[in-house]
């Protein structure tokens, strides 16, 4: 294949009239709008597929740099936890009522909603995905959560499940009772046996009920 | 940048060496509490205005303590109900200050996953 | 949280963004391996790689509530990557008029992997011989997928130089390959 060299000829490459930059131009639009000149030519056409197989192989070779990436090391991810504010998310503070002159406690909104995560996601099958938390007056809160299903499982006694242990937690840890809990299911995802490999999974499975 | 001074001075209102003494103190009383996963500045915007004047070479304590009270931000996990916790950090926190105020943050619940 | 480190790229990327830093470090033990893969081909530099990375990672834990497809979280990283990777080119560039970079200073490169395919190695060569702001333009189009727009604004050039280079960029390494595959 001799295209390469061809693309400084007067004529173009394959004679086509055009150049290897229109050529490169036209294969990052996806060869659309068609033009025939070009689609109809051999070389051009053995040109854009060399750019086509370029583009591919420059992928494999960092996904293959990426899969020979160390684990990062779990100490950096916690200095990079630690290094995130978490102020910008603490929210209000909650505090519990009562506690006489001398002595105030409070809960960020911030530890509510990351109980209420974690609170749904101990429930076997159930992954909470948002929170919603609005405090009626001082201690009286609205809860919607939306979850996320394990495929395969029945909805009704997960999504009970997750409002039960929801109820509990607030009244355990927070100064909030609930007054309304609303648990939507909005997604269904497999749940894999064990995590081999760090490639992102996908939702539903097809065949079985997305929604 | 000075290492920590101990000082054997009584502490004094705004006495920094001796406030961050008592801060120490009140950290290491505060992590012996059942259900205190960590703490976190109590402060934390105090702390990154002193860390840029005096660079992070000294060590802060978490706790802060202000005008004679005592301010903690702490993670807990919730094998405890938060309140119970909160009672116990409080009378913690007394034995180490004496008879202060004290105000809990409470900044992150971990569930217990057991 | 081992039902977290299943969960798709869409729900962590909305937990983290709410303020789940548990959800934030799934994403990022996820997603790290590629983010140095791409900031190495950017930078030519294992330890600018590393700081570009994490100065990524805080900004995007940042600006996550900003990000209005979740599903689309490991291409936003990317391309919050590519900023920083290029910002730091950039200056390196002006406190080091001299390109100071010694190809065999990458030393994450595949050259030193036998595992990798002589032909991903022919390439790997080839493209660590561009000249620095083709091989920028050729990363950030053909790894990070961005539009011409998108390639042209980053590094503030016209859409035409944009074009320009990845047309220098392909001639070069289909010149490159083809005489790999002839030896």
């Known amino acids: 294949m001799t295209s390469a060299n061809d693309t400084t000829s007067p004529g173009g490459v394959g004679g086509s009239g055009y150049d290897l930059e229109a050529l490169s131009a036209y294969a990052d639009r996806g060869r659309t709008p068609a033009i025939a000149a070009i689609d109809g030519n ?12 370029l583009g591919a192989l420059t992928r494999d070779l960092v996904a293959d740099d990426a899969a020979a990436q160390p684990a990062p090391d779990e100490n950096w991810i916690r200095a990079l936890l630690d290094t995130i504010s978490r102020e910008v998310r603490a929210g209000r503070d909650i505090p519990f009522p009562d506690t006489g002159e001398d002595a105030r ?83 269904v995802h497999v749940a894999a046996p064990a995590a081999t490999d760090t490639a992102a999974p996908t939702t539903a499975e097809p065949g079985s009920e997305p929604r | 940048m000075s290492d920590r001074i101990s000082s054997s001075a009584p502490a004094e209102d705004g006495d920094a060496p001796a406030a961050d003494e008592l801060g120490f103190a009140i950290d290491a009383a505060v992590l012996a509490v059942p259900g205190v996963q960590r703490l976190f500045p109590a402060d934390p915007a105090a702390l990154r205005a002193l860390q840029q004047v005096a660079g992070d070479g000294a060590a ?5 303590v202000r005008s004679g009270s005592a301010t903690i931000s702490v993670a807990i996990d ?22 202060v105020p004290v105000e809990i943050r409470v900044s992150r619940i971990h569930v217990d996953r057991l | 949280m081992s039902a977290l480190d299943d969960a798709a790229d869409a729900l962590l990327a909305q937990r983290a963004a709410d303020g789940d830093e548990i959800a934030f470090a799934v994403l990022v033990r996820r997603h790290a391996g590629y983010l140095r893969a791409f900031a190495i081909r950017l930078t030519r530099s294992g330890a600018d790689a590393d700081d ?3 100065e990524a990672l805080i900004t995007a834990w940042r600006r996550l509530p900003e990000l209005r497809e979740p599903a689309k979280v490991r291409g936003w990283l990317a391309t919050i990557v590519a900023r920083k990777a290029t910002d730091r080119i950039r200056s390196r560039r002006e406190t080091d008029p001299i390109d100071e970079i010694d190809p065999a200073a990458v030393t994450d490169g ?64 289909l010149e490159q390959m083809m005489e790999w595959r002839q030896t």
């Open chain 3, 52 to 54: 570009v990375v994490q």
């Open chain 1, 42 to 53: 051999p070389e051009c056409v053995a040109l854009l597929d060399s750019i086509d197989r």
């Open chain 1, 105 to 187: 406690y409070v809960v960020t909104e911030g530890a509510i909603r990351q109980l209420l995560r974690e609170t749904g996601d101990a429930v076997d099958g159930a992954l909470v995905g948002r929170v919603g938390l609005r405090i009626v007056d001082e201690t009286r809160a609205e809860v919607e959560l939306s979850i996320s299903v394990a495929a395969g499982r029945r909805l009704d006694p997960i999504a009970a499940a997750v409002r039960d242990r929801v109820a509990a937690a607030l009244r355990r840890s927070t100064p909030l009772e609930p007054d309304r809990i609303d648990i939507t299911i909005d997604d």
């Open chain 2, 60 to 64: 802060r304590p978490a706790s802060a």
């Open chain 2, 78 to 99: 919730d094998a405890l109900p938060t309140r119970e916790v909160c009672d116990e950090l409080t009378a913690r926190v007394r034995e180490v200050a004496g008879p």
């Open chain 3, 110 to 173: 595949p050259e030193e992997r036998a595992v990798l395919s002589s032909q991903l190695q022919a390439l790997a060569a080839a493209v660590d011989t561009l000249p620095d702001e083709v091989r920028v333009t050729w990363t950030l189009r053909e790894i990070s997928g961005a539009s011409y727009d998108e390639i042209a604004e980053r590094l503030e050039v016209p859409v035409s130089t944009v074009r320009g280079r990845l047309a220098r960029a392909r001639a070069h390494l």
